[in-house]
């Protein structure tokens, strides 16, 4: 009996969100000359995504994050582990029932080659309805209404993507999304191409959204400030592995694996007197997945690494209640076992400290921020920020121009 | 006595506009979710092309006079009198003059265009078709069955134009069928090959994944979003071998292997009456002006019609 079997065997297991991953492990094929090599791209990932929540995945460019995205979408199949949706098990490869295409969409990163440049706006988002078989005037009816709820006038559906501008295009790949009338959205860096501006009101569209439709997303960004934002629970990933996750929260204020330590460190500072505060930089690429390193897969990086950490892999235990963290320092509790792990963890405690003290010195000024971005729109309707004065139809017409 | 109440423009009092507004205003255009508009468009904004609708009619025209050619000359194309060998253009009841052996070249061009134009068009529309299919699908698919189609094309590529249409023609025998099958058969492979990268770079577009998400199938897929982005630079490709799939079939007849003479056709009567250049030369570069126009005029109605598949080109 795997652990995987024995989880599932718990009585609690069924109810315990809308999307559970179990030891998703996913491998691209590769090769270098003619030795076959293979890229370890997500190992052995399990994550419970609540129902009506936002879960953020954060880590660095090539950490996994859009390949875990992939396979819980179902455009990769997985190599093994568990998909269970609604509580129902999905395979990991092949076709997907109809149900759960219909409830499991995707936002995804480029707003410009996310639409078909061919397609005008309304037929892109009535493809899905039409390929699930939709009836043609319910279709109208849907298209017209998913696009006013992301703030577009109806008017746009004739227009093609090239007329729009980049913050119009990622809501009409939302309202792509929302057509089929999902559970549960996978952004993908959703609004990482977008201006600071633009990006403020289409977090608060999301936002907006997620209460007017009753969504749950899985939020996928490499930006801190953002995840911060938008997440009730967040995931950490370094080289295809969860390394800590927690409530967003206690994740900003009380980082525990060294490497969210580090990367809380690195966000800029609004404040000049806070920059020079608040841990170590962190030294070195990142490693290759062909080839990861044995035992921890930070270790190479680490400030705090020790002998066991290139023998043993952490596992993802729970440190504190709600807590997941994949670090010996606070795995292991022999106090015998390695020397000096005291005087670590001790370091390590008072490098947090210092990151939660900065952090919350920078979280008023930068929630002062964040507020003031969100009151911009002033007392929209749901669905409608200003992004859009909707009182001018879209003054493009396709049939003026050159 | 009708009193006309002038329509109040969208959005005079924004808070009062719901959803049902948007819908209405959305519904009264009546466009944009219609999944034939794609064609649509295309044929309203080359309609618009001043250039394109041209060539098209100089296409239309030297058809209809190849369709109808009993009706706009008396003269047999296949019988001569040698004592009017070679008379000059415009000389009396031969205003194109006559050939070496005295047939009217009026007659024998007009005649020489059925040939010639389904030498020319046959092999560049069965090629078009039969490459754009294999190729945007071993570009979709790839894996082993999208490698084995474009290595069985590589293998067909190898060989020179000219040199496979002989082989492809000599072991089908002569005739100008089996030429236009040759010249078929030549054209596929670069025609794929187009194909195959134009479809490998639009599959890999994150609107490709998004529409994979809809649970749609391969085929829908294909034809609904790849084929729209990959077709204009097909057509770009496939509009510049009329002329070549021309001259190849003038090339096959001269060889023997095309059409036989005395049927006449553009290209092998360029290459029969090569000798008189001295002699007529005006005569003699007729059949060459044709295959000329023709060519030309595809290429301008096959660039009208890419510009307007191109929805960013307005109009």
């Given at each position: ?148 709820d992301v ?23 939302i309202?792509?999304?929302l ?6 959205i ?19 569209l999301l936002k907006d959204l997620q209460q007017s439709y009753?969504l749950?997303y ?164 749901p669905g ?19 | ?315």
């Open positions: 009996m795997t652990l995987l079997d024995e989880y599932d065997a718990l009585p609690h297991a069924r109810d315990l969100g809308l999307l559970e991953l179990g030891g998703i492990t996913k491998t691209f094929p590769s090769r270098r000359g003619v030795k076959r090599l293979v890229v370890s791209a997500v190992d052995n990932v399990s994550l419970s995504v609540p129902s009506g929540s936002t879960t953020g995945i954060v880590g660095e460019s090539g950490c996994g994050k859009s390949t875990l995205a992939r396979v819980v979408v179902g455009l990769h199949p997985a190599d093994s582990g568990r998909i269970n949706f609604d509580g129902a098990a999905l395979p990991i490869r092949g076709k997907r029932p109809r149900k759960v295409i219909e409830q499991m969409q995707m936002v995804f990163q480029d707003p410009y080659s996310a639409l078909n440049p061919r397609a005008t706006i309304g037929e892109s988002i009535a493809f899905p309805l039409r390929v699930q078989g939709v009836a043609r005037s319910e279709i109208k009816d849907r298209v017209a209404k998913v696009l006013v703030g577009l006038h109806g008017n746009y559906a004739t227009h093609y993507p090239h007329q729009l501008s980049g913050g119009q295009r990622q809501r009409v790949n309202a792509r999304a057509a089929l009338q999902p559970k549960l996978v952004l993908d860096e959703a609004v990482s191409a977008l201006d600071k501006s633009i990006q403020a009101q289409i977090l608060n009753g749950t899985l939020f996928i960004s490499h930006d801190l400030n953002v995840v911060e934002y938008m997440s009730d629970q967040v995931a950490v990933m370094y080289l295809g592995q969860v390394v800590e996750s927690c409530s967003a929260e206690r994740l900003y204020t009380q980082p525990m694996h060294p490497y969210t330590q580090v990367l809380l460190a690195s966000i800029p500072k609004l404040d000049p007197r806070e920059r020079s505060t608040g841990g170590v930089a962190l030294t070195g690429e990142m490693p290759s997945p062909l080839n990861p390193p044995s035992g921890c897969r930070f270790r190479t990086r680490c400030p705090y690494a020790m002998d066991t950490c290139a023998e043993v892999a952490p596992p993802l235990v729970a440190a504190a209640d709600g807590h997941l963290v994949a670090c010996h320092l606070h795995s292991l509790n022999d106090p015998d076992r390695t020397a000096g792990l005291a005087g670590k963890r001790a370091a390590a405690a008072a490098a947090a400290a210092a990151i939660a003290a900065a952090v919350v010195a920078d979280g008023a000024l930068h929630d002062a921020v964040v507020t003031h971005a969100h009151a911009v729109p002033g007392e929209h309707a409608v920020p200003a992004e859009v004065d909707l009182r001018t139809p879209p003054t493009v017409n396709p049939s003026q121009g050159a | 006595m009708t009193t006309i109440t002038t329509a109040t423009p969208l959005g005079n009092d924004l808070p009062l506009l719901t959803v049902e507004d948007h819908r209405a205003a959305w519904a009264a255009q009546d466009v944009g979710v219609d999944a034939k508009s794609f064609w649509a468009e295309t044929t309203r904004r080359f309609l618009r092309n001043r250039m394109g609708v041209f060539a098209l009619a100089v296409l239309l025209l030297l058809v209809a006079a190849a369709v109808f050619a009993p009706l706009l000359t008396s003269y047999d194309p296949l019988v001569g009198n040698a004592q009017d060998r070679l008379k000059g253009v415009f000389s009396d009841g031969h205003i194109f003059g006559t050939d070496e052996q005295g047939r009217d070249m009026f007659a024998r061009i007009l005649y020489g265009g059925r040939l010639s134009l389904l030498a020319a068009f046959v092999p560049t529309v069965v090629a078009t078709v039969v490459g754009t299919l294999i190729g945007t699908w071993a570009g979709f698919v790839r894996g082993v069955v999208g490698n084995g189609l474009m290595r069985a094309m590589d293998m067909l590529y190898a060989f020179p134009a000219i040199l496979l249409a002989i082989a492809v023609g000599a072991s089908l025998g002569p005739g100008l069928k089996n030429t236009i099958i040759a010249v078929s058969i030549v054209f596929i492979p670069p025609v794929a090959r187009v194909a195959e990268s134009a479809a490998r770079t639009v599959s890999m577009q994150e609107y490709m994944e998004a529409a994979r998400l809809s649970g749609a199938n391969r085929w829908t897929l294909l034809r609904t979003q790849l084929l729209p982005n990959v077709l204009n630079q097909i057509i770009v490709y496939s509009s510049g071998l009329v002329g070549v799939s021309m001259i190849i079939a003038a090339s096959l007849s001269f060889l023997g292997l095309g059409s036989q003479p005395p049927a006449p056709e553009w290209g092998y009567m360029l290459n029969a009456m090569r000798g008189s250049i001295y002699v007529a030369p005006l005569v003699v570069v007729i059949p060459g002006i044709f295959i000329f126009v023709v060519s030309v005029a595809f290429n301008m109605a096959s660039d009208a019609l890419r510009e307007s598949m191109d929805s960013r080109s307005g109009g």
